[in-house]
């Protein structure tokens, strides 16, 4: 069948008659009113549907039928080690709902239940229902953002064989460099619960590459986290002025971070966690050369540095999700946490560990959401780094964002984001710029860099009924961007930018996380001289 795996007529009888009925009494946690009788779990049932459901006609076509001969099938196995309850446990309905988070997180998983099926011995039977994503991607496209084309070809697997893992390969112009490049992930890495990443680029001025190895907090009472990222880049750094580069510097940047937290206390759904951090960076600069017309941006004062410091980290998170659907992506569940989070990193770069420079260094995260209702949802984060040297503070970086959604109708939507950034003395690659890339879609990328800017965006969103073979979802968008930016040239803050536009959202029904893909056409109201009437843009980078 191309629907559902089924594993027994009996077990789905029960589910008619008992989760309905339970479903009716409590339509919401039907797990929690289990946990209160103190039920126990007798039986772990897993089934993994399609990705085109067979037994809908839209989706009943030589599309649908092909692509799921085609699709390798997620294992049991691996959908089995994602859960945080056994056969046998005591039923604890905050663990269903944060394994039901974590299946619908994986990239190749399109939506995830877990529903209860009360057996006539009291027991419980976990029906643990999965809709596999497609998966394989071959990327073949041509992009325009700020006035500014890339091409890229790829072919992405999330889900190689049915086994969770993911490889990848791509090749990539822009108007900086080329690139070819080799990604491979594993979240359960020999059938454990460490995960790795591993990346490599190969571009025409140089390589980036990364690996990750990590032990995460994969439950909210996990006892303890430990984990090492090391990264190459070297290439070069453009540094940008009305659109165009300016300058041009080779640049090598090297790091090692080594993380170790433990489980310090929880109360409630609230945890509280703390650990340490061992840190190392190389960063060095070559010759900076002009290769942009003469003017009022100068030359950057270029330091090389060796950080080596150790650090001490402590967090706090709750359980407090809720889920949405149609805010940012399609037809898709979207799981935000409606609680404060936070995550602390306080340390030091010491010369006797082989730092050239004696400061204290830090960094701050925190967020939270709101909503009264599935209609309406408010999100904030906020994260403030950097380091404190003698001379001051020194690549300190402030961010502050704040997101909105509102649905007037069911396929109505208004959605609004708010950021603003503030640097004191930054690196040069972590200068700030205001243009398409920072999201005013009608103009051109990297119109001017500063230390200081606010973006605002607002878009009214339709949705509609239109879905083409079960794989598109069509849909509108009309658009206001604003913004300015405080110039590194000594001219104080720039004018405000805005600009207007109307474009199409279709989203692809069948991806992990209902990705939309993204074609608007943006005019500018206060425009530059030198750049277009309007701005044509063409991706599936969203911003909210």
């Not at 339509?27 to 459901?53: H, Q």
């Not at 791509?170 to 619960?193: I, M």
């Not at 206390?265 to 703390?274: M, T």
Request: with cysteine; hydrophobic share 40%.
């Amino acid at each position: 069948m191309g629907g559902i795996r089924r594993s027994g007529v009996c077990q789905l009888l029960g589910l008619v008659a008992v989760v309905l009925p339970l479903r009716a009494a409590n339509p919401v946690r039907p797990w929690n009113a289990l946990e209160a009788r103190k039920a126990t779990i007798g039986k772990i049932t897993v089934e993994i549907g399609d990705v085109f459901d067979l037994s809908k006609p839209a989706e009943n076509t030589w599309v649908g039928r092909t692509a799921n001969h085609l699709h390798s099938s997620t294992r049991e196995q691996v959908i089995r080690r994602v859960l945080l309850f056994a056969e046998g446990d005591r039923v604890r309905a905050r663990r269903i709902y944060e394994t039901t988070r974590l299946l619908r997180a994986l990239p190749f998983v399109r939506d995830a239940s877990i529903d209860p099926v009360l057996q006539p011995d009291g027991t419980v039977v976990a029906l643990v229902r999965v809709r596999d994503a497609w998966t394989t991607q071959v990327n073949v496209g041509y992009s325009q953002v700020g006035g500014q084309a890339s091409t890229n070809f790829g072919v992405d697997e999330r889900n190689f064989l049915g086994t969770g893992k993911s490889v990848a390969f791509d090749l990539s112009k822009d108007s900086e460099r080329s690139t070819w490049g080799l990604a491979y992930g594993d979240p359960q890495l020999f059938g454990s619960r460490w995960t790795l990443a591993a990346h490599t680029q190969y571009l025409t001025d140089g390589y980036v590459r990364s690996i990750q190895l990590e032990r995460p907090f994969f439950a909210l009472d996990t006892p303890w986290s430990t984990g090492v990222v090391l990264s190459q880049s070297h290439s070069s750094l453009s540094l940008y002025d009305q659109g165009v580069q300016i300058f041009h510097v080779p640049f090598i940047q090297n790091e090692v971070r080594l993380t170790g937290e433990l489980l310090l206390g929880a109360s409630g759904d609230r945890v509280w966690r703390g650990g340490l951090l061992l840190k190392r960076e190389d960063t060095s600069y070559g010759v900076i050369t002009q290769t942009g017309p003469p003017g009022a941006l100068t030359a950057p004062l270029l330091a090389s540095r060796r950080l080596r410091g150790v650090a001490l980290t402590f967090s706090t998170q709750k359980d407090a999700f809720d889920t949405f659907v149609d805010l940012q992506g399609t037809d898709s569940p979207e799981d935000y946490n409606l609680a404060w989070i936070g995550k602390l990193e306080l340390g030091v770069y010491s010369r006797s560990l082989g730092s050239t420079l004696a400061a204290p260094f830090f960094r701050i995260q925190t967020g939270s959401g709101w909503s009264r209702s599935s209609d309406d949802l408010t999100l904030l984060a906020a994260s403030w780094e950097g380091r404190n040297p003698p001379g001051g503070l020194e690549d300190s970086r402030l961010s502050l964002s704040l997101t909105k959604y509102r649905k007037l109708t069911e396929k109505q939507i208004l959605a609004g984001l708010v950021a603003v950034d503030h640097a004191r003395r930054p690196d040069p690659e972590h200068w700030y710029y205001i243009g398409g890339d920072q999201g005013l879609r009608g103009y051109p990328n990297q119109v001017h860099p500063g230390d200081a800017r606010w973006t605002a965006s607002f878009d009214y969103r339709l949705l509609t009924d239109q879905r083409w073979w079960g794989i598109v979802r069509m849909g509108y968008s009309a658009f206001v961007d604003l913004g300015a930016i405080r110039r590194l040239d000594g001219q104080g803050w720039s004018r405000t930018y805005a600009d207007v536009g109307v474009g199409l959202r279709l989203g692809n029904l069948k991806s992990s996380v209902g990705r939309v893909i993204l074609l608007s056409v943006a005019v500018p109201l206060n425009r530059e001289p030198y750049q277009a009437r309007w701005q044509f843009t063409v991706g599936n980078a969203m911003r909210f």
